[in-house]
C-alpha cells in the first residue's frame, strides 16, 4: 500500500508582515499533480493544516478547494489530525459526514479512536488517526469514557500520547497492518524556529518507544524532513519555509510504500515553491551589484549586512534589488544589552521575552512568585486560544 504523507501546511501564515496565501496555492497546487501521478492508496496530513486555530477565511477556502481536488476529484481517500495550531472542533466541523466521502478527519481525542482500514492484494491496514492534545484534555476523555485506570498519571505530553496510542492498539483489527498519523515532538528530532513550543513550562517532548509495533508512523510538527531513530518513524516536514532557520531546508512530500510483511520504504519527493526563503551576506553594496545576475531575484530575501558603519535607507536599497526582501541584520552593530534577544523573538518564549523587559524596566530580576504568576497567566491565555 502507497501513502503521500504531508503535514504542517500552516495555512494563513504571514511572515514578517507578508501572507503567503499565494505561496502556499502555488505549492499546494503541486502537491496536487504529485498526487494525481503517483495515485497513493491514502494521503495522511499529520496537523498544523491551518496557522491559528481561527484561521482566515481565505485559508478555509484553499483547504476546501485542495481536499475537494484530492477527494472527489482523484477519488483519493485522506486522513487529516489537529496539530497544536489547529482550533480541533473547527477543522473537525463534519467529520462524521465526510467520513463518508472519502475524508477521514480527527480533531478531538477519542477514548476509543475507530481507525480508517483500507485493503490492498495483502490484506487490511489499518490507519490511526491521532490528533494532538493536551495532557488536561487525554485525562478528561478518558476519565469520561471511564477509562480510569492510569488517568490520573496522564500529566505529561509523553504520558497523553502514550493514553491514545495504548487506545489506539485496542481497536487494532487482528492481522493487519497498522499506520499511526501523529503531531508530537520526538526525542531526537530536529526543531526550527518557526515551530510554536508544545508545552510552558515544562517538556512537550515524547519517546520514539511509544510507537513501538506499528509499521509507519506519519508524524507533524518540526518542519525539517527526518526520521527519529527508525527509518518508519518520519516527519514529512512543512510544506514551505516558515522561518530563516529554515532556509538549508529542502521541503518535500514522504511517498511511503508499505509490503506485505508491515516493512516501509520512503521516498522523499522535493516541492518547488513559488519563490525561495534565503539569506544573502556581506556588504550592502556587494549584495545590491550581485542582485542584477541573481536569477532569484523575487525569492523572500534576509539581508545579513557585514556593514560597520551607518546605511542611509537600507531596506528601501535593499528592496529596489529584491522586491520581497523581508528583513535585515547587522550582527557587527548588535548590542549585547540585558534585554537583547539572543534568537529570533518569535521562537523566544514570551515568559523569557517579558522577564527580559522586567530586568530593563526596573532593574531587578523578575522573583519566583512573579515568574510563577506569569507562568499561569501564559498557559491559561494559550488554552483559551487554543480552544476559542
Known amino acids: 500500500m502507497r501513502f503521500l504523507h504531508s503535514a504542517d501546511w500552516h495555512l494563513g501564515r504571514v511572515h514578517h508582515g507578508v501572507s503567503l496565501l499565494e505561496d502556499q496555492a502555488h505549492i499546494l497546487g503541486e502537491f496536487v499533480r504529485l498526487a494525481a501521478d503517483a495515485r497513493p492508496d491514502a494521503i495522511l496530513l499529520a496537523g498544523d493544516i491551518h496557522d491559528r486555530s481561527v484561521p482566515p477565511a481565505e485559508a478555509v477556502r484553499l483547504l476546501d478547494l485542495v481536499l475537494t481536488e484530492l477527494v472527489r476529484g482523484l477519488r483519493i481517500p485522506v486522513v487529516m489530525i489537529a496539530g497544536n495550531h489547529d482550533g480541533p472542533d473547527r477543522l473537525a466541523f463534519g467529520a462524521s459526514l465526510l467520513d463518508g466521502a472519502g475524508l477521514t478527519v480527527r480533531g478531538l481525542a477519542e477514548a476509543h479512536p475507530q481507525p480508517l482500514v483500507l485493503h490492498d492484494a495483502h490484506g487490511a491496514v489499518a490507519i490511526h488517526a491521532l490528533p494532538y492534545a493536551e495532557p488536561a484534555v487525554v485525562r478528561a476523555v478518558m476519565r469520561g469514557a471511564d477509562e480510569t485506570a492510569g488517568v490520573s498519571a496522564i500529566d505529561s505530553h509523553h504520558a497523553a500520547l502514550g493514553a491514545q496510542l495504548h487506545a489506539a492498539r485496542a481497536m487494532q483489527p487482528a492481522g493487519a497492518r497498522s499506520v499511526v498519523v501523529a503531531h508530537a515532538f520526538v526525542l531526537g528530532g530536529s526543531e526550527s524556529e518557526s515551530e510554536r513550543p508544545l508545552s510552558v513550562g515544562a517538556s512537550g517532548a515524547v519517546g520514539a518507544a511509544l510507537f513501538d509495533g506499528f509499521d509507519y508512523v506519519a508524524l507533524g510538527h518540526l518542519h525539517r524532513p527526518q526520521q527519529v531513530g527508525e527509518a518508519r518513524i518520519q516527519y514529512s516536514g512543512s510544506l514551505l519555509k516558515y522561518s530563516f532557520s529554515e532556509a538549508d531546508h529542502v521541503k518535500s512530500v514522504n511517498l511511503v510504500e508499505l509490503d506485505a510483511a508491515g516493512a516501509c520504504s520512503v521516498e522523499r519527493i522535493a516541492l518547488s515553491p513559488r519563490r525561495d526563503l534565503r539569506i544573502v551576506e556581506g556588504p550592502l553594496d556587494a549584495i545590491l551589484a550581485a542582485a542584477a545576475a541573481d536569477p532569484g531575484r523575487d525569492d523572500y530575501i534576509l539581508a545579513r549586512l557585514t556593514d560597520t558603519g551607518a546605511l542611509l535607507d537600507a ?58 504568576a506569569l507562568e499561569r497567566i501564559v498557559a491559561r491565555l494559550e488554552r483559551e486560544e487554543r480552544h476559542a
Request: proline share 5%; net charge neutral.
Open 315 to 372: 531596506m528601501g536599497k535593499l528592496r529596489g534589488a529584491y522586491p520581497n526582501a523581508l528583513a535585515i541584520e547587522r550582527p557587527e552593530m548588535a548590542g549585547g544589552g540585558a534585554g537583547r534577544a539572543a534568537a529570533d523573538h518569535r521562537r523566544i518564549r514570551v515568559q523569557d521575552l517579558f522577564a527580559s523587559f522586567h530586568q530593563e524596566a526596573t532593574g531587578l530580576p523578575l522573583d519566583g512568585d512573579g515568574a510563577a
